[in-house]
């Protein structure tokens, strides 16, 4: 049997090997899944009778917190990648290790945000304001975790394949990269609508 | 990749040994090969399309004979008959097809559940709530789980592939979870039949807010789509990657088979509409579970109750997310059958396609003006002439391609010499079917002759003529077609021809009256059938016509049925490349194709319908043959 071609290596004509292609093509229906909740946000507020100052609700300084990790941890991810470029895998280890770590921070802050609104009786029922914020906030948080297992597992176990195939576990590394950025991208968007708008 | 062609032999035969060690479960349940993942797909999407059929005809019982019991055993014994034979038949040849008979009792099974019960068929008389279960339900799975796997999942998977000169799909394992993911998502939706409450009974499109405060069947549904959307982001994620990077050397864009072409296309639509509906089902669920109101207005009043939330939602914002999928869904429908009815065609002209490139371009711009066509299903919303104005400029400006597309098809046949066997057959009634189904849904993309016709069965009779005689015949011309190069042996041809004229003259008899009735102002969500109604008196005898013309419609898939499992096992062995075929899974690819799908990986030298090309000795020129010297 052949094998599938182009896993590691990029084709001539196209510029890119597989794994990227597909990544980017995933990366365009999550800008659809979360384009048509920004979509319902814009119309719902255009629609709504009257709108809460989201500063009002939400804490500022918490939100400014988690942008400040997340943009940090993006670029902990892009050094990862430039460490297995450089052919350095100890501070591979390193670098996403400090990106699992500081995702995990988020999580944790934004744990502590929903429990405080809960305590607050603020609840996705409260209001329809309430209602797209637990929506959007919490699809970001899942695909938060989402990447973080994708990254532990490259952290951990899957890690081995840099001994067989370094090539090709290079461009794992780099299309979990994009991905990342993609949900700290959501992220930047999420924050000046829901927090300071 | 830089193996020289003996080591590549070498490796080949090796696999192959490697293959034979391959357990049961992982060879065939648990596959990554392409091929097995789309019979899979073709087998499970065919079953929900006779599982989708079976409760269509429950329902047409109660439109021709309002308010009488269902004489259910008539439906469950052939039923029951068809799986006991299969599973007798194939069990003594110790046959893993006997799943499938026993698949079939099981859906016996499904059926009698269904037509007994208090809460649905109280004496076999179907109670109305139980009628629009089966009305949602019926399209959910005849559009979700019958049609769309069958077209993209079976066809897509097992063909494109093997005639872009590819080994597998660029991502294999992706592809089983894809099929897997649609496997549970299917049996959520089966599932859902037998909560308090049946299943989903707000329409196959679910409209809010009547599906907020509906049963919690329409909960399962939401998670069934979920499933199902994954699935389809799956699969369209591969398809497109597959296309792009695995094409065989030499194989240019524009020497793409025209089948590839409309799974490229709609692998787009798939990619791009999917992901708004699912973050649609994501809100009704929160509407459903959590309480929010996204979709609830201020002032809710159900059965003169007001409902307690919180308000401020807005119910047409349901409309706008689910119809920007599934407008697309509709191309979903009808561009991989576009496809299936190139291939078809051209090969039995034996002549090139008249127009390929025309063809080409006209596809990609359907699927581009697909997705800003939507709002022509919600004229009646009252969201204002300017905007019906847009959208029904570009509903008119979305017809000339399709329009180009089946001209060139009928042009396509002009001075062949035809061969008449069975795939050309559907092929040829595909189009005057999609035309009719076309054409009548021109008055409905107008927003002045929408308002009388909205909601009546002149939209039912519109859309199935695209969907049954189109689309589904464009299905069995694939089945009979690709059918040797799955499994060797060809369909027999008086069996085939027998399905195809009975449903031919069926669907006619099922389809026409609608848009009578429809014209007459008969709407389309009727319990009795319009009995009621006093401008519906007129046309009522239609609905004894239609019923009955469903039921010899269900007796001519017999002969397809009972073809399709003999076969399978008894069928005529025939030569590698039966239809002088030119695209590459024919020409290239041995019948039926092993694990990796070519000895050699082929190099294409020329377009994809080569046919009766002058000072050539035979009249195909397959795309993998040298140039003359």
Known sequence: ?197 | MTLDQGTTAGHGSHDAAHEHELAFWRKYIFSTDHKIIGIQDGFTSLFFLFFGFTLMMLMRWQLAYPGEPVPGLYFIIPIAAIGGAIAIVTAIRRSYLSLAGVVFLGLAGVVWFLVTGDERMPEGIMLPEFYNQLGAMHGTIMVFLGIVPLAVGAFGNYVVPLQIGAPDMAFPKLNMVSYWVYFVGGLVMLGSFFVPGGAANSGWTSYTPLAIIATTGQTLWLLGMVFIITSSLLGSINFITTIVQLRAKGLSFMRLPFFVWAQFVTAFLLLLGFPPLEAAAAMQLMDRLVGTSFFLPSGLVVSGVAVEVSGGGSPLLWQHLFWFLAHPEVYVLILPAMGIIAEVIANNTRKPLWGYKSMVYSIIFIGFMSFIVWAHHMFLTGMGTVISAFFQTTTMIISIPSVVILTALFVSLWGGSIRFNTPMLFALAFLPMFGIGGLTGLPLGLAPTDVPLHDTYYVIGHFHYIVAPGTIFAMFAGIYYWFPKVTGRRLNETLGKIHFWGSFAAMNFIFMPMLIQGLAGVSRRLWDGGAEFAHAQEVLYLNEVMSVAAWVLAIFQLPFIFNFFRTIRKGKKVSENIWEATTLEWAAAPTPPPHGNFVVIPEVHRGPYEYSLPGQEKDYTPQNQLAEA
Request: cysteine-free; glycine content about 8%; overall charge neutral.
């Open chain 1, 1 to 197: 049997m052949e094998e599938i071609p182009y896993t590691a290596t990029a084709r001539p004509d196209t510029g890119v090997y597989n794994a990227k292609l597909g990544t980017w093509l995933f990366l365009a229906s999550e800008v659809m899944l979360f384009g048509a909740l920004f979509s319902s946000y814009i119309l719902l507020r255009v629609g709504a009778a009257e709108w809460p100052h989201g500063a009002d609700i939400l804490s500022v300084p918490i939100g400014t917190f988690n942008t400040l990790v997340l943009i940090a941890s993006s670029v902990t991810m892009v050094m990862s990648w430039a460490s297995l470029k450089m052919n350095d895998f100890r501070k591979y280890k390193i670098f996403m290790g400090l990106t699992i770590l500081l995702a995990l921070v988020f999580l944790v802050v934004k744990t502590f945000e929903y429990n405080d609104k809960f305590s607050h009786h603020l609840f996705p029922g409260t209001s329809t304001f309430l209602a797209i914020y637990f929506t959007l906030t919490g699809l970001h948080a899942l695909h938060i975790i989402g990447g973080v297992i994708v990254n532990s597992y490259f952290w951990g176990p899957g890690r081995r394949m840099w001994k067989t195939e370094p090539e090709r576990f290079t461009n794992r590394v780099e299309v979990a990269g994009l991905y990342w950025h993609f949900v700290d991208l959501v992220w930047i968007f999420l924050f000046p609508v829901l927090y300071l708008l």
